[in-house]
């Protein structure tokens, strides 16, 4: 995708001091692309079931170790299909590199890739560019971009970006057969009213863009029962066991959501409470939360799994490798989630 010079980008940040983000994106054309590339031709078989993969990639900041992360992984194979959520394109945090082309390069995987944010505040970024991904072993007919409703700006964030949350979908050819692929990701920084909109959203235009086909949604939904603004509120979840535990157990009823879309039809998986994100709290502890999610339409799910991307759980890495010479704390800020789904 074009890059903008960073003179542009700070010209067309400091608009925003008087005009709207929707006025601001209304001004770069690439907020309504979607970045595709078909890297190679289709599998000669159609398995019986597809390994799905949802993953977070925290910016792929990591992303030697993620590349061994997914070649390695034993929990994690066979995928077919990654919808992926934070991938940089030209952030110097992670190289100035294009992470979803490499990754879909070196794993010859098609994918179609959404720009999300315009990151302003590093210079040295030759992009700054942050968005989300679809990527394939089966060949993409047609991609494009679903924005979603603003329920925070970002531009007046420490983290200072021009864009709004969005999804990413992929008609993808399966053996002859149409499917729709979604990559979502939703608002951290509202109450679950918020991100409900934002899901009907995206729900009304999958009616529309990816009709008559099995659909499989993925992301970080951002289901974390409160609203992400509030730090009082946060504060008093983190002080007691029995809110701590709506973070897991009870997310369908502070998250009106997953409900609609359980109504629209979707299987959502996985059903039980799983971790998915260890928030960092001061002291060293963390809240356990239940973001990341994949759901099923015209599709179902034969098994799932939550996989760990903690430093101590990594114990596949193969000697000499990135992965095993990782010492962070974790891979990705998310765990990831899998589920192996057959096509109704």
């Known amino acids: 995708m074009r890059g903008i010079p960073l003179s542009e980008r700070k010209a067309l940040g400091a608009l925003l001091e008087g005009q ?57 194979q066979p995928f077919d299909l990654i919808l992926a959520n934070e991938l940089d394109d030209g952030c110097a945090r992670s190289g100035n590199k294009n992470t979803a082309r490499e990754l879909a390069a070196a794993f010859g995987l098609n994918y179609a890739w959404g720009l999300e944010f315009i990151e302003l505040v590093n210079d040295e970024n030759e992009k700054g560019f942050h968005g989300n991904a679809v990527f394939s072993r089966w060949p993409i007919r047609r991609a494009g971009v679903i924005r979603l409703p603003e329920e925070y700006n970002w531009y007046f964030d420490r983290q200072r970006r021009i864009g709004g949350r969005l999804a990413v979908f992929a008609e993808l050819d399966v053996g002859g057969r149409p499917l729709g692929a979604v990559s979502i990701h939703l608002e951290n920084r509202t109450h679950g009213e918020g991100r409900r909109r934002q899901m009907e959203t995206i729900l009304q235009s999958v009616e529309r863009e990816l009709p008559d086909m099995p659909v499989i949604l993925g992301g970080d939904l951002n289901t974390n029962t409160f609203d992400g603004r509030d730090k009082e509120d946060i504060g008093d979840i983190a002080a007691s066991p029995a809110l701590r535990r709506r973070c897991l157990e009870d997310v369908f009823q502070f998250e009106e959501l997953l409900p609609m879309a359980a109504e629209a039809g979707y299987q959502i998986v996985p059903g039980e409470p799983r971790l998915t994100r260890r928030k960092p709290l001061p002291g060293g ?57 057959r096509l109704d």
């Open 20 to 76: 709207s983000q929707a006025e601001v994106m209304g001004r770069i054309p690439q907020f309504g692309e979607a970045e595709t590339d078909n890297f190679v031709p289709p599998p000669e078989t159609v398995p019986a079931s597809l390994g799905v993969l949802m993953f977070n990639m925290e910016r792929g900041v990591h992303l030697a170790e993620i590349q061994d992360f997914l070649r390695d992984c034993p929990d994690i």
């Open 285 to 341: 502890d963390f809240l356990p939360l239940r973001l990341d999610w994949i759901l099923l339409r015209g599709a179902t799910a034969a098994e799932s799994r939550m996989v760990s991307t903690a430093r101590e759980d990594l114990t596949y890495a193969r000697p000499g490798s990135a992965l095993a010479s990782f010492t962070g704390a974790e891979l990705s800020d998310h765990n990831a989630v899998w589920a192996s789904c």
